[in-house]
Nanobody, 124 residues
Framework: VQLQASGGGLVQAGGSLRVSCTVS????????LAWFRQAPGKSREFVAG????????YYSDFAQGRFTISGDNANNTVYLQMNSLKPEDTAVYYC??????????????????WGRGTLVTVSS
């Protein structure tokens, strides 16, 4: 299983950006998939996730209402649409997955497969 994150870049505060996670080696819409982020000097934190079997999405408090996670079956891709971006959203964004599960966890240690990350920079 390989996950490849892309779509990061530089955006002004208040702007929008969509990052993508393309999954190969296994059907992307099984198990669970999540986005995490890691800012300089900080630990990796949960952003948003989806449990395919339950068709449920999950968001951190800071992402709720601004970010949306969604999937594209045709392209084996999961997106994270980020709106109303703030400078504190600056981080490397990673996608992660775990298969053969019907539950969901926000703990980064629960996920088995990780992509390399894509840098999002929000200028003030």
């Amino acid at each position: 299983v390989q996950l490849q994150a892309s779509g990061g870049g530089l955006v002004q505060a208040g702007g929008s950006l969509r990052v993508s996670c393309t999954v190969s080696g296994r059907a992307f819409n099984s198990g669970a998939l999540a986005w995490f982020r890691q800012a300089p000097g900080k630990s990796r934190e949960f952003v948003a996730g989806i449990n395919w079997s339950a068709a449920s999405t999950y968001y951190s408090d800071f992402a709720q209402g601004r970010f949306t996670i969604s999937g594209d079956n045709a392209n084996n891709t999961v997106y994270l649409q980020m709106n109303s971006l703030k400078p504190e959203d600056t981080a490397v964004y990673y996608c992660a997955s775990k298969y053969s599960t019907t539950v969901f966890s926000r703990d980064r240690n629960w996920f088995r497969h990780w992509g390399r990350g894509t840098l999002v920079t929000v200028s003030s």
